[in-house]
């Protein structure tokens, strides 16, 4: 029951997302309302905001963090970090990339021309790279704010974010295995400081 729960959950969350997107491509992020989004997925108002804090949220958060985390803590412990990083972007995350390409391409254009979704995608890359940072210092027993561990961490959240950037601007075709590719890509680019 509880997984039928959750994907009811994930139905509706995921409806809310895309109607605000399509909202939001077709008539302005300013001019779009919260009201205009429940009616178009079919909620309330109250609902929304079950879901979402804010419009902003509605475009930045995604399911990706918590699929991440239960990736990267299922790896084996003794296993190098650059390696477990890969695996999971690679092998998981990929998956979800290419299942929501239309859904992360909108968002992708939505962010680069609005300038208040600039600031929460920033915020939430932040939020991103800290929880990403305290996993893999865990990961590898070191203290949550070891500076070897941030560094390394945000060069690999950049990397995989203009990787993925570039991506889009470019179409975001090749399916699942370019994905890989470019994923891959970014991950040679920064090995060595994850290199521990």
Not at 50 to 72: G, M, N
Not at 101 to 110: G, I, K, N, P, V
Not at 168 to 174: D, E, I, L, V
Request: charged letters at 30%.
């Amino acid at each position: 029951m509880a997984g039928l729960r959750e994907r009811k959950k994930e139905h509706v969350r995921t409806t809310i997302q895309r109607e605000a997107l399509r909202l939001f491509t077709e008539q302005g992020f300013e001019q779009t309302t919260v009201e205009q989004i429940a009616e178009a997925a079919g909620i309330s108002p109250a609902t929304f905001y079950r879901y979402f804090t804010s419009k902003e949220d509605s475009v930045v958060t995604d399911e990706y963090d918590p699929i991440v985390i239960q990736a990267l803590m299922e790896r084996p412990a003794d296993e190098p970090a650059i390696d477990s990083v890969r695996a999971v972007m690679t092998g998981v995350l990929a998956k979800y990339f290419d299942r929501d390409r239309d859904l992360l391409a909108a968002r992708h254009q939505l962010l680069r021309k609005t300038p208040s979704l600039q600031v929460a995608s920033f915020e939430e890359q932040e939020r991103a790279t800290e929880l990403f940072s305290a996993l893999i210092a865990r990961h590898l027993r070191r203290p949550a704010n070891d500076l070897d561990v941030r560094i390394a961490c945000g060069a690999v959240t950049g990397a995989l974010r203009e990787a993925v950037g570039l991506w889009f601007a470019q179409g975001a075709t090749g399916g699942e295995q370019r994905i890989r590719e470019v994923l891959n890509h970014a991950i040679d680019r920064v090995e060595s400081a994850l290199r521990f």
